[in-house]
C-alpha cells in the first residue's frame, strides 16, 4: 500500500509541473474515464487535434517522472 501512495505522490506531483491544460486532459482521459471526442467538445477543442495534443502530454509526464 506504501508503495501505491508513493506512486500517486510522485505522479501528482509530475501533473502539478504540466501546463494546465495537458493536466486537464489527462485528468480527463485516464482519470475520469472520458473519451477523446467528448474531452475535446469540453475543452473547445477539433475532436482530431486532442490525438497529438495527447501524445504530447504524455510524453511530458513520463519525462517529469523519470526526473523524479
Known amino acids: 500500500r506504501r508503495r501505491g501512495e508513493h ?4 505522479r501528482e506531483a509530475a ?6 491544460l495537458d493536466r486537464l486532459m489527462l485528468r480527463l482521459v485516464y482519470w475520469e ?7 475535446a467538445r469540453i475543452l473547445g477543442l ?11 502530454s504524455r510524453a511530458a ?3 517529469r517522472l523519470r526526473e523524479r
Open 46 to 56: 477539433k475532436p482530431g487535434s486532442l490525438g497529438p495534443l495527447m501524445t504530447r
Open 7 to 10: 506512486l500517486q505522490v510522485r
Open 61 to 63: 509526464l513520463r519525462e
Open 15 to 20: 501533473m502539478a509541473g504540466l501546463p494546465p
Open 33 to 39: 474515464g472520458l473519451g477523446q471526442e467528448e474531452t
